[in-house]
């Protein structure tokens, strides 16, 4: 049985594929196995690129169902994985050399008082490059998960196998922000180990289409978000308030100036030191 199992969606991006296996077989371990799991046309050309490595730790299993979504083909490669670690790594990402190294070295000194752990990304836009900041070392992520959506990358995410199911795994039903929702039952139900280098590099380009990048989609994906977690954000006004604050550029960036305001005035009521950045707001963006 392989140390850890690595699961990659992939949705009609065979030459992003392509550089997302290299950079696995590219590992400074290879006790693992590759599950491609195929969501897009079966003409797109991933069987083909998964052939061309002629590597038998790579195993392609297409969806019965093409256009299902992320989620449901992170949760398909669970199924078809066999190791009791589990990695996952979208398809136009890229691992550094010693990504599993680092992080399984350190699930191995932590033993089961840890269900996951996570790193550090860079985000390569077209024009420049971010590194993201994240805290070394073991402990309760639960407030984390519930404050910093975007804090827990899937493609840096390996997650003891039995934990993911345990918690029920990707919640299939989101248009969106599924790693997010997962992230806050995985932290409730267990610590997490953090590295702050970055150990994977992102691709946050504004020229290709993202699954769940619709921004009509985003914004129902975090209502969905908010509605199932209602009570823990009640309980966390600062944290709601903050929430309720980026609902508004996100509301407008969909045109719902409306519900962009109404946004900004919740915001307002749970934490009041937002005032005077809400009213700059209402006068910057909305005209009022």
């Known amino acids: 049985m392989p140390l850890v199992s690595v699961i990659i969606p992939t949705h009609n991006r065979p030459e992003f594929l392509q550089r997302a296996i290299s950079s696995v077989l590219s ?36 969806q019965l169902r093409p256009h299902s979504g992320a989620p449901v083909a992170r949760n398909r490669g669970v199924e078809e994985s066999h190791a009791d670690l589990v990695a996952f790594l979208d398809d136009d990402d890229e691992w550094l050399p010693q990504k599993l190294e680092r992080q399984l070295t350190l699930l191995s000194k932590e033993g089961d008082r840890v269900g996951f752990c996570f790193s550090a990304v860079v985000n390569v836009y077209d024009d420049r490059e971010e590194k993201t900041e994240i805290e070394d070392g073991r402990g309760d992520f639960s407030g984390v998960a519930l404050r910093r959506f975007n804090g827990f990358m899937t493609s840096t995410l390996i997650v003891r196998r039995d934990v993911f199911k345990e918690v029920g795994g990707f919640d299939e039903s989101f248009p969106s922000h599924q790693e997010a929702e997962l992230m806050i039952r ?43 977690y209602r009570e823990r954000y009640v309980a966390r006004p600062r944290v709601l308030a903050q929430h309720y604050f980026w609902f508004a550029f996100i509301y407008r960036d969909a045109g719902k100036k ?23 707001v209402a006068f910057r963006i909305f005209g009022r």
């Open 186 to 228: 995985l932290a409730e139900r267990c610590e997490g180990v953090g590295i702050s280098e970055a150990l994977t590099r992102m691709s946050i380009s504004q020229t290709r289409a993202h699954i769940g990048g619709d921004i009509n989609r985003r914004i129902q994906g975090r209502e969905m978000l908010f509605a199932k």
């Open 27 to 62: 590992q400074t371990v290879s006790d693992f196995e590759v599950i491609v799991v195929d969501d897009g046309d079966r003409e797109s050309g991933a069987e083909d690129i998964v052939s061309s490595f002629n590597d038998s730790r790579i195993q392609y299993v297409p």
């Open 258 to 280: 409306e519900e962009a305001l109404d946004a900004l005035w919740r915001a307002w009521t749970l934490h009041h030191r937002l005032l005077y950045l809400s009213r700059y």
